[in-house]
């Protein structure tokens, strides 16, 4: 699907005209440069390389230096690949927010935000203090007996405990474009996106 990189700018409110409040956030969409037209004769698929975001020249690696080079652009942070671009795009060209309407909708992906290591309770939703769940004596937020013995001898994939919470790539479909500023490159999609602010995110149709 055609899209843009972006990064997260924060949050706001939009006021419609009965004065109801609706929760949107703000994405800096672009401008992305063309960094390379794969096609089905020489790649065996077609797609678009866009590039967002500066990266300074000496963190660069030489074949990275020449990829850009080619394309006559500077170095960039993040490079991400698309298709389904209506408009014939060559390398060296700019795509702006103005790919996107306002009313349309989009899906946006990003990395949530790392919580570190956490129990249980906080991650799956255990009932913890109150509900003093398996019914143990004093340790109200561990997560009891998790049914091993003999058999199986061992613990199951996928069972709920404590670990690494966050951090992971979220997608987030379907949010409405509320409004779009082309000459600012700034997106207003309606709810909440994964990431901290400053993070980069993927905006697709």
Excluded: W
């Excluded at 969409?29 to 590039?51: F, H, N």
């Amino acid at each position: 699907m055609p899209g843009l990189i972006g990064r997260k700018v924060g949050m706001t409110s939009v006021y419609s005209a009965e004065g109801k409040a609706t929760p949107c956030t703000v994405i800096e969409a672009g401008p992305c440069v063309v960094t390379q037209v794969k096609t089905q004769d020489r790649d065996g698929y077609e797609s678009i390389q866009l590039g967002f975001g500066e990266r300074h020249e000496r963190n660069t690696p030489n074949a990275l230096k020449g990829h850009f080079k080619k394309a006559k652009t500077t170095p960039k942070s993040e490079v991400v690949e698309f298709d389904g671009f209506d408009q014939e795009l060559k390398a060296g060209e700019t795509v702006s927010a103005d790919l996107f309407a306002e009313g349309e909708f989009v899906s946006v992906s990003g990395t949530s935000k790392g919580k570190g290591f956490q129990g249980v309770v906080k991650r799956h939703g255990f009932g913890g203090v109150g509900q003093a769940t398996h019914g143990q004596h004093n340790r109200m937020r561990a997560p009891g007996s998790i049914g091993a013995a003999s058999y199986p001898a061992r613990v199951f994939k996928g069972m709920r405990m404590g670990g690494q919470m966050g951090n992971k790539t979220v997608t987030i479909e379907n949010l409405e474009v509320l409004k779009v500023l082309a000459d600012k490159n700034i997106l207003v999609v309606k709810g909440s996106i994964p990431g901290a602010k400053g993070s980069t995110v993927i905006i697709e149709k």
